[in-house]
Every structure is written in structure tokens, then in C-alpha cells.
């Protein structure tokens, strides 16, 4: 696989522009991460997990910050995709920075829980197991071909209890009211690029990405109980779908709920109260914001 990393010129503009002080830091941190997985902890626990990792011969580090989080010291996750942790569903293969919305929103026992994007449904079953199984998640996804690989991994991961529908987030009836709200929100991925991939983001996503992701916070902000909590988050570090899109919930009446950002976490300059995470050697570029109603 090609080391060359593609950044589109006008993406590299965008960054100096945006983060003058720190977009060397920023490209630095294009690079193929090594793989890293969640124990599933409806089917296994963490240490089950670490011991069968032992067995295989398979060396980790942990996350100070998140038990069930192990970060390999290699990048090729074959022989674990091959291995009954994997198939058996004990294991999430899921970027670090992907595992700190659903830590963020730490859903309870009898809270219900509304992903509004779910598939292919990482977050979902991380929701569930950060639960015991025990919250009332619903997970809608609109494409067809993702909401298969949603309620795949649903059942893999035994995280059978969650409502699964296949819609669109923006018509989900209005009756319904949630205690907290996941908005992963479909995004131009500026956080992930990486070597030997070209990358898809133009102008012209950005634009549109910004566009979907505020009609979904208008509609997702409508969908909660007062007083409820939602999480937004998007795999950019591009302001236009990060700041601009709370600066577009706080005109909505919402409030900013600070976050408190995990330690060792590499974090570029956010709003008060957001977390942007860096992309580095083992962290996606990654924006998370707290909304409450
Ligand atoms: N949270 C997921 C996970 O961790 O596995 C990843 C979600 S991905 C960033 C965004 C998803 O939103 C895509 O699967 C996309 O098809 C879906 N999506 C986009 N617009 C939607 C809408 N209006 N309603 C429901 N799903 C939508």
C-alpha cells in the first residue's frame, strides 16, 4: 500500500487557514493507525478479551481512559477478522476516537436512547454494552444496504433489545420524545484521510455535508425531552461542520453543555465546551459537542 498521502489543495488551504498554528501537526497526522477494537462487553469482558489477545500472541497497550479500549501494535487487522473473537462478536473493530461519543453520552438503564445514524452501528452497540443492554435504543439508518450491515452487526454483537428502523432521521415522527440523542452525522471525513486512499472531500461536500448535518440537528434537538441531552459528533475538523453547526443549534435555542476532555486525548483548539481531536499516529481527527435542551 502507497505511503503517499492525497490531500485535494483546497482541503490543504483550508487547514493552514483554519489552524494556522497547528496544521503541520494536523497533516502529520494522516498516517495508516495501528487497529484497535472495543471488548464487546455484552459477550465478553475486558480481561477475557486481553487473555484471548495473549493467547493468539497478539500484543496491546490499554486506554487509561476507557477499559474496554485496546489499541494493537500493528496495523494489519486480518488474522484478527479471522479469529472467533471476532466472528463470535467479543470484539468491535472501531477507531479510538469513534469510541468517545458513546462514553460522552454514558446512557443508563431505562433512558431512551435515539442514534439517529446509526449504521454501521459501532456507536449502536457500543450504546448497548455502555448500557448492560439495558437502555432503550432505537437506531435508524436510511440507506438500505447500511441498514443491513447495522442489523448484522446487531445481532453479532448481541445487542438484540435495540430498535432498529430503517428511515430517514429528518420524517421520524415527532410523538416520540428521547432522554438522549446520539447525532453521528454523515460528514466529509476530514479527520481519517490516510495514505493510498484519494480523497472524495470537495468544496462542494463540505457544503452539502454542513447542509444535512443542520437540518439533522434541528430535527434531532426536536426529538428530545426537555432537559434532554444530545451528542453530536463528525469525523471532520472542518469548522464550517463542527462550530458552525452548534454556533446553528445555540441560535436554535439549544444549550452547550461543556465536555471534559479525556486525558492524553491530542486536541486541536475547539470552542469552550467542544473537544476536536488531532489526528495522530493512533487518534482520528474527531468533533464532539454536548446539546441540551
Ligand atoms: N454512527 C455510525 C457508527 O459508528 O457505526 C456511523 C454513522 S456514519 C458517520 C453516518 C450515517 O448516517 C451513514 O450510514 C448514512 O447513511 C446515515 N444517514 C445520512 N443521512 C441520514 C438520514 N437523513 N437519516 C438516517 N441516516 C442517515
Known amino acids: 500500500m502507497s505511503d503517499i498521502i492525497e490531500i485535494p489543495a483546497f482541503l490543504r488551504e483550508l487547514l493552514i487557514k483554519e489552524y494556522p498554528n497547528d496544521s503541520a501537526r494536523i497533516f ?4 495508516r493507525r495501528p487497529v484497535t477494537l472495543r471488548a464487546n462487553t455484552l459477550k465478553a469482558t475486558a480481561e477475557e478479551v ?3 489477545l495473549n493467547g493468539m500472541g497478539v500484543s496491546f497497550s490499554r486506554m487509561p481512559w476507557y477499559e474496554d479500549a485496546f489499541l494493537l501494535d500493528r496495523t494489519d487487522g486480518r488474522d484478527i477478522a479471522g479469529s472467533p473473537l471476532f466472528s463470535e462478536g467479543k470484539i468491535y473493530l472501531q477507531s479510538l476516537s469513534s469510541m468517545l461519543p458513546p462514553l460522552f453520552l454514558a446512557p443508563k438503564a431505562g433512558e431512551s436512547v435515539l442514534d439517529m445514524t446509526a449504521a454501521p452501528g459501532g456507536k449502536t452497540t457500543q450504546l448497548a454494552a455502555l448500557s448492560g443492554g439495558r437502555a432503550l435504543i432505537t437506531a435508524c439508518e436510511k440507506d438500505r444496504v447500511r441498514f443491513g450491515r447495522l442489523k448484522f452487526n446487531l445481532a453479532r454483537q448481541g445487542a438484540a433489545k435495540v ?3 430503517q ?9 416520540f420524545r428521547f432522554d438522549k ?3 453521528d452525522a454523515p460528514c466529509s471525513g476530514s479527520g481519517t484521510l490516510a495514505p493510498g486512499e484519494r480523497a472524495k472531500i470537495s468544496p462542494e461536500l463540505v457544503k452539502n455535508c454542513a447542509r444535512t448535518q443542520k437540518a439533522l440537528l434541528k430535527k434531532g434537538l426536536g426529538l428530545l425531552k426537555d432537559g434532554g441531552v444530545l451528542l453530536y459528533s463528525t469525523c471532520s475538523v472542518l469548522k464550517e461542520e463542527n462550530e458552525e453547526a452548534v454556533a446553528f443549534a445555540l441560535s436554535e435555542g439549544a444549550a452547550l453543555l461543556p465536555l471534559k476532555p479525556l486525558a492524553g486525548l491530542p486536541l486541536l483548539p475547539s470552542p469552550a465546551g467542544t473537544v476536536t481531536v488531532c489526528p495522530d499516529e493512533t487518534f ?4 464532539l459537542a ?4
Open 50 to 52: 486481553a487473555l484471548a
Open 163 to 165: 430498535n432498529a428502523m
Open 284 to 287: 482520528e481527527g474527531f468533533f
Open 28 to 31: 502529520r497526522g494522516f498516517v
Open 167 to 175: 428511515a430517514d432521521a429528518l420524517k421520524l415522527d415527532g410523538f
Open 181 to 183: 440523542i446520539l447525532l
Open 290 to 293: 454536548m446539546l441540551q435542551k
